[in-house]
């Protein structure tokens, strides 16, 4: 016979240790590199808490591997009564289970591992994103920014990983007490997406020190839950000098701080989408050149390279 506390402590190590199979079909691989990528999971965390996690940091860390569980759970649940119904309506469920993928691209540092992937009748496609969640939220009013954000992005990687060519999602948010407790929300594509999340990339990972990160997560709210807190509340105290307030009230200087933290994003993706640019340009060059051509005609564009006598080989590229 063992003691209550002893049972209880061996369930949780053995979860810990991931010693079981997991009793949920998953076709994502064990190990996978996350530190590497800003995942689509993460695409609405505060920067500043990003960099601390890319670069090692130690924070107040806690694994709620329960809540990790109810999730996976409710996704099976969910993906079993909605691939049926699909079925009887002439539509498909993809990537889910053990066909679960996910996108990677390694170039621009960004990872997602999209719930599932809905194919209609008619052929049309919508993004899969499914969340469960207990009795202190409520979803019914509308989906979490964080999660509008990590679906943007998975539609995004479906758009530039695969030939998929999804124009939404839908978040379904199942209540843990009560899986039939539905809420949803249809979520649009939008592709500047993708140039904000190489930005955010780019500063998770390239930043000298968190203290030059913009820290968005004091408007979002998110500071009560992040493991930084106080390493955070440190280094912005010594980056950031006191300062007036211009004598604005408290509600229109955290208007300022969200426009300004917005900015902070905006400049950081331009910067990064012209160095993509530039280098993509540089290697479709290189192909050309290698290839013995000059020209190209397909797809709905053109290229051609210019090589001037007295000058720089000029690449143009426009619609056909």
């Not at 996976?72 to 469920?93: P, V």
């Not at 993509?276 to 050309?288: D, H, K, M, P």
Request: glycine fraction near 8%.
């Amino acid at each position: 016979m063992m003691a209550l506390d002893d049972i209880k402590e061996m369930i949780v190590e053995t979860r810990r240790s991931e010693a079981a199979v997991k009793p949920f079909p998953s076709g994502v691989a064990a190990g996978d590199d996350r530190v590497g990528f800003l995942n689509a999971s993460e695409a609405g965390r505060c920067t500043r808490w990003l960099w601390y996690d890319k670069h090692g940091v130690a924070g107040e860390k806690h694994q709620p591997y329960g809540v990790f569980d109810r999730g996976h759970a409710f996704e099976h649940w969910l993906d079993t009564y909605l691939d049926a119904g699909l079925a009887r309506a002439k539509g498909r469920l993809l990537y889910t289970g053990l066909e679960q993928k996910r996108l990677l691209l390694p170039d621009f540092r960004l990872a997602g591992t999209p719930d599932g992937l809905i194919q209609w009748e008619d052929r049309s496609e919508t993004v899969l994103e499914v969340k469960s969640h207990g009795t202190a939220q409520n979803y019914d009013n509308g989906p979490s920014e964080m999660h509008v954000r990590q679906t943007e992005l998975n539609i995004e990687l479906f758009h530039e990983t695969t030939a998929h060519r999804p124009e939404d999602a839908i978040i379904v948010y199942g209540l843990a007490e009560d899986y039939g407790r539905l809420a949803l929300h249809r979520v649009e594509r939008r592709p500047a997406v993708f140039i904000e999340m190489i930005g955010k990339a780019a500063a998770a990972f390239d930043a000298n020190s968190a203290a030059t990160v913009t820290a968005e997560g004091v408007v979002t709210k998110q500071c009560v839950i992040c493991p930084y807190r106080s390493r955070c509340a440190a280094a912005q105290a010594h980056a950031i000098p006191a300062a007036g307030t211009g004598g604005l009230n408290q509600a229109t200087l955290r208007s300022i701080d969200r426009l300004i933290a917005a900015r902070q994003r905006a400049i950081e993706a331009e910067d990064e989408a012209t160095r993509a640019r530039a280098e993509i340009e540089a290697e479709i060059a290189a192909t050309l050149i290698e290839g013995g051509a000059s020209k190209i005609k397909r797809n709905g564009y053109a290229v051609q390279l210019k090589t001037p006598t007295n000058g720089e080989a000029v690449l143009e590229i426009r619609s056909a």
